[in-house]
């Protein structure tokens, strides 16, 4: 299939719109699509695309605009690709809103959305590069600058994102892969599972052996599902060992167990516990476990940076990755791809963001980084007044202004070590607060530039502008509980990659109901000092 450019993007004289009456014609000039058609279609960048398609002649393409406005309105009215499919045959709003009126047939078939979602992967997976985050992207920074949103205030937040999998307990993980691997085994040669391991064939074993057995049968039922899962695998090799549910298998196996005196038992905490990145469910072998604020997550996680007027808001990016990845981290690619802003950008976020390497990464793209909450327990105060060389691995003076008789630096921990002669601390007003470690003729003490840092970063959050700074992040709160409520996230694709693709789509569904709101003058937000 080659590409072409649409080229059918003006009203044509066979246009089902011109047959439309006046009051017709204005219902529909009044609606969402109008907007869209207006807005949001024309900006649409198709030659990004180009790289999906031959560059042999064949035949051409499904118009690349159509496709990528459908995919936002699916997720704009929650439709299914046969729903859409159906809808823009058969309602003008759609096919008004992506241009389509002059098409004597509507473009999109069963299987378009589908392929082109697997053109984007594929790419992806080759070239490392997201063409649909980019277009996404794009499209913010269009709908930006209709909102007149200059985008030098922003916040950030992030937010869990569940997998639609279920939570499984280590011995039912065991067996599931154990079953999976026999039926896909069985799938291509019924004669090679033999007749012991054939009832995990039987799609009603799973709750023969877990539920319909005594709980005292548990360790010899592991017993028996490792013993199978060894034999499988012997089976299996090397005739089935590229089936995904081989691998899979693999892993849940080394992950969960360890072989010991010839025998495979469960691994424990002695053994060094299980990792974050363990296998969870395998009908989604790329989500990840993390506890966080009390509650188990697996999943993935999402980073959102949202640019405010007083006009709206907008999401201007957003970053989709396994659930062990922390904020900081985010915060830290963003910014790797972010371009240096000749205006000063404010960026205010939450205390998970913080961090002296974070701040100096943002001051060299001229961003002003501003964190309203700090994590963990709180820095002695004391530590502020302390003075450090500008590399950090010297102490100048003391609070009391005394310098210190030795510094050493211990690059492992990222501490100076100073000590002052003991009489020097002993007679100072300020020892109770220092709290030194006294010895025969010196006092020590351990402190970091980033601690000192930090110290001074908790008497800035004190002054009266820091709250304002907190109410207005407090803001970007209801753009995780809005994706939630109304675009429902729990509906994802299980997959890193194909969940990114419809987080994607379902955030350029949420701009452009602000462009919406904008455009009926509902979009207004209360005045805030951080915007003068």
Avoid at 126 to 142: F, G, I, P, T
Avoid at 224 to 239: N, S
């Amino acid at each position: 299939m080659s590409f072409r450019v649409n080229e059918s993007q003006q009203i044509s004289i066979f246009d089902s719109f011109l047959n439309l009456t006046e009051r017709e014609r204005k219902a529909l000039e009044k609606s969402w699509a109008h907007i869209f058609s207006e807005d949001i279609f024309p900006v649409i960048d198709e030659k990004r695309f180009s790289v999906l398609y031959s560059e042999k002649g064949s035949r051409p393409n499904t118009p690349v605009n159509v496709i990528v406005g459908a995919l936002i309105i699916k997720e704009l009215f929650d439709y299914s690709d046969d729903e859409l499919v159906e809808n823009l045959m058969l309602d003008l709003h759609l096919q008004y809103a992506l241009h389509t009126t002059s098409f004597s047939e509507q473009p999109l078939s069963d299987k378009t959305l589908s392929r082109f979602r697997k053109r984007c992967y594929d790419y992806e997976r080759l070239y490392n590069q997201d063409l649909y985050h980019d277009c996404v992207k794009d499209l913010s920074q269009s709908i930006q600058r209709i909102m007149k949103i200059n985008g030098r205030v922003r916040r950030m937040d992030s937010m869990m994102i569940e997998s639609n999998i279920r939570k499984l307990s280590r011995v039912e993980l065991l067996y599931t892969c154990v079953a999976r691997l026999a039926v896909a085994v069985n799938k291509q040669d019924k004669t090679i599972i033999p007749e012991a391991l054939r009832h995990y064939i039987d799609p009603n074993d799973f709750n023969q052996v877990m539920y319909h057995q005594r709980s005292t049968q548990t360790e010899d039922r592991l017993a028996v599902i490792l013993a199978d899962a060894d034999t499988l695998i012997e089976i299996c090799y090397p005739e089935f060992s590229s089936l995904t549910e081989y691998d899979l298998l693999v892993r849940c196996l080394s992950e969960q167990t360890i072989m010991e005196n010839g025998k495979r038992r469960l691994r424990t905490r002695k053994d060094g516990g299980l990792s974050s990145h363990s296998l969870q469910n395998p009908s989604d072998p790329d989500a990840t476990f993390r506890e966080k604020a009390g509650k188990e997550h697996r999943g993935y996680a999402a980073n959102l940076e949202e640019s405010v007027s007083p006009e709206g808001s907008v999401i201007t990016d957003y970053q989709y990755d396994q659930n062990i990845r922390g904020d900081s981290s985010f915060l830290k690619e963003h910014l790797k791809q972010m371009p240096h802003s000749e205006d000063e950008i404010l960026l205010v976020t939450d205390g998970a963001y913080y961090g002296d390497d974070n701040i100096k990464q943002a001051s060299a793209k001229n961003v002003q980084l501003i964190t309203t909450s700090l994590t963990g327990v709180e820095t002695p105060d004391i530590l502020a007044e302390f003075e450090f060389s500008d590399d950090g691995k010297e102490v100048l003076r003391c609070p009391a202004g005394h310098k210190p008789k030795a510094c050493c630096y211990r690059v492992k921990r990222d501490q100076c070590h100073i000590s002052f002669p003991a009489s020097c601390c002993e007679n100072c007003p300020l020892k109770e607060k220092c709290k030194p470690h006294f010895h025969k003729r010196t006092a020590s003490l351990d402190i970091s530039l980033k601690g000192r840092n930090r110290a001074r970063l908790q008497r800035v959050m004190k002054e009266s502008k820091q709250k304002d700074y907190a109410r207005f992040r407090n803001g970007v709160e209801t753009v995780p509980s809005n994706l939630r409520k109304n675009y429902h996230l729990e509906k994802l694709p299980r997959g890193k990659q194909r969940g990114k693709f419809f987080f994607g789509a379902k955030i350029a569904a949420l701009n452009f109901r602000k462009l919406f709101n904008y455009r009926k003058g509902l979009s207004k937000y209360a005045q805030n000092p951080v915007f003068a």
